[in-house]
């Protein structure tokens, strides 16, 4: 399995998205500029314009019509995918960490950083189909009961009917999207013991997986919060992954960026790991990153995965057909 290597980035990647089609990579990094990638082959197609910190989020419509960035620079921005253009921006008085659509496209949910005398918070927003009608207004904003720690993800629970997050409180709650109520959060014994960093949900929406700085990564029920799985790895967790295909986990990490330079290549564990979903065993590895891995996706037919690194390149691979043989 040779990588494709997609240098498109100046600055350490912070997250990678796939399109439904799975045809379309999209990739946020610290150097503000959003890039558009071919999935096949790596070529880049082109850059979305217009943010003026990192940026750290990003997630794509169901038709690939829309682009949504969450970035440093207080806002959140609406792309049109094709011509690159901007569409619209929110703006808040704090960083936008996290931002992810909800089933049909109409609603999105947006993560807010504590800044100054503002809280942590998590906004939803109506999504207009027509940009002319694009509004700022807020359909709900919910508050953590720890404002100053970092809503790290939030993403939208089985038909829009809930909000997940997760964050550096080490706690993740589920949310009632109609009233706001908090229905259900972890406790200290099954949950994470660090700050959490990632969160990535399964295809049909039944589950998902969360990574920490605690040096493993959860599997839990989406409607219950009940823990399934857990995956221990050496270094701290930055980037998770689901094979839609496969019962394979992915994680990926390292040692903190700032370490790096005082140990040799080796000793940071700068590979992206399979674990068997069900056996919870470490399958594999994929090596060649020079720094944290910070970014993982998988192709939504499950034949590729893509990861992004503190080191600025985007690895792209092509899964052989030895992979999918994989027997334990």
């Not at 998205?17 to 990638?37: E, I, M, Q, V």
């Not at 993740?172 to 959060?185: F, H, M, Q, S, Y």
């Amino acid at each position: 399995m040779r990588p494709i290597l997609m240098k498109g980035h100046e600055r350490p990647l912070t997250f990678l998205r796939y399109n439904k089609d799975g045809d379309l990579l999209f990739s946020c990094a610290k150097d503000h500029t959003p890039t558009l990638w071919f999935a096949d082959n790596g070529e880049r197609l082109g850059t979305y314009r217009g943010h003026n910190g990192a940026v750290w989020c990003c997630d794509v419509s169901r038709d690939s019509s829309r682009l949504i960035t969450g970035s440093a620079d207080q806002t959140a921005k609406l792309w049109d995918v094709k011509s690159g253009k901007e569409l619209f921006t929110f703006k808040f008085g704090s960083p936008t960490r996290s931002v992810d659509f909800a089933l049909g496209d109409h609603l999105a949910v947006i993560t807010t950083d504590h800044f100054v005398d503002r809280m942590a918070a998590i906004h939803v927003k109506r999504i207009a189909e027509d940009p002319e009608d694009q509004v700022s207004d807020s359909v709900l904003v919910l508050q953590c009961p720890d404002g100053k720690k970092r809503i790290n993800r939030a993403v939208w629970g089985p038909l829009n009917q809930t909000i997940v997050s997760a964050g550096e409180d080490t706690v993740i709650r589920i949310w009632d999207t109609e009233t706001g109520k908090l229905l259900n959060e972890t406790n200290e014994e099954v949950g994470h013991k660090k700050a959490i960093t990632s969160l990535c949900k399964a295809a049909d929406d039944s589950h998902f997986l969360t990574g920490s700085h605690d040096k493993t990564a959860k599997l839990w029920d989406m409607r219950t919060l009940t823990l399934i799985k857990t995956y221990t790895t050496g270094v701290p967790v930055n980037a998770v992954a689901m094979s839609p295909l496969l019962n394979h986990v992915v994680l990926g990490g390292g040692q903190d960026a700032s370490a790096v330079t005082t140990t040799d290549h080796r000793a940071g564990k700068f590979e992206a790991k399979f674990y068997d979903k069900i056996l919870q065993e470490e399958i594999g590895g994929v090596k060649g990153h020079f720094g944290p891995i910070n970014a993982l996706a998988f192709n939504p037919d499950g034949k590729s995965f893509s990861s992004g690194g503190e080191d600025g390149y985007v690895r792209l691979h092509h899964f052989d057909s030895d992979y999918f043989n994989i027997k334990i």
